[in-house]
């Protein structure tokens, strides 16, 4: 099967989201993390069919801080993110904060690269807004440009589009001048790119002195029988310390 190839090729292991939640929860649980002294918030795309992984992480973790954007980009910033924290339980001076982390792609059974269906929908794309951004970037007339592709989308912030503008900025920066990656090579891109401003704003908001937190990352993927996460970082720092969490 197409899908199956293609799924072995771009991602070495994935889970179903179920059991990627369970087994995040049952990995941080031994690090003292459970769903009654910790909170969990979630990043992800605002797309429908992305909503799924956000209610499994409810059901397991309780209510959670949605910090989600377009793409799955974190621009909620440093006031969405101390928001969050303030909302942690305090439990012997103490609070705890679990982070997910996830863009999204797809797969269809002839084993297409983000194409998948939706209700209603025979075909669409996923993640939308970075397949948009991909085309731009595979654009001849803006790559003969050169250093100047998308110049207007570096400087410029369309009002009536804003989150679409700030993937574009935001993407550009990570991508060498001359190189179009595939919309899967996109998606780890756009995954890493946005561990690294969470991080940023973690380090600016969270006091690790009086609380853990633990962030999980990992790319979602729409598939013909459901969806898989594929998992990538995910570590937790308990008492100041980083401990790596393998799956």
């Keep these: 099967m197409e899908f199956n190839k293609i799924l ?3 991602f ?3 889970f179903t989201e179920v059991d990627f939640v369970k087994k995040t929860y049952n990995a941080l649980e031994k690090y003292g993390f459970n769903d009654e002294n910790a909170i969990a918030s979630v990043c992800i795309c605002r797309d429908e069919i992305c909503q799924s992984l956000r209610s499994i992480i409810k059901h397991v973790w309780g209510e959670a801080f949605n910090l989600s954007s377009l793409g799955g980009m974190f ?19 103490n609070e705890r904060y679990v982070f997910y982390i996830i863009p999204h792609t797809a797969i269809d059974e002839e084993g297409r690269m983000g194409i998948c269906s939706r209700r209603g929908i025979r075909e669409s794309t996923a993640c939308g807004a970075l397949s948009i951004f991909q085309k731009e970037l595979s654009n001849k007339y803006l790559r003969k440009k050169g250093k100047g592709r998308l110049k207007h989308s ?4 369309d009002e009536e589009d804003i989150e679409m503008s700030l993937i574009r900025k935001r993407l550009l920066i990570e991508i060498p001048y001359g190189y179009v990656p595939d919309l899967f090579e996109l998606t780890k891109i756009t995954r890493k790119a946005i561990q690294t401003d969470f991080e940023n704003v973690i380090k600016k908001v969270v006091d690790k002195s009086k609380s853990d937190y633990a962030l999980v990352t990992g790319i979602q993927i729409h598939a013909p029988d459901g969806n898989y996460i594929w998992p990538a970082e995910c570590y937790a720092f ?4 980083r401990i790596e969490v393998t799956l």
């Design 8 to 10: 072995n090729k771009y």
């Design 12 to 14: 070495d292991k994935v």
């Design 75 to 93: 621009t909620a910033g440093k006031t969405a993110l101390l928001s969050a924290i303030h909302h942690a339980p305090k439990i012997d001076n």
């Design 154 to 157: 570096i400087h410029k912030i």
């Design 238 to 241: 308990v008492n100041g310390l």
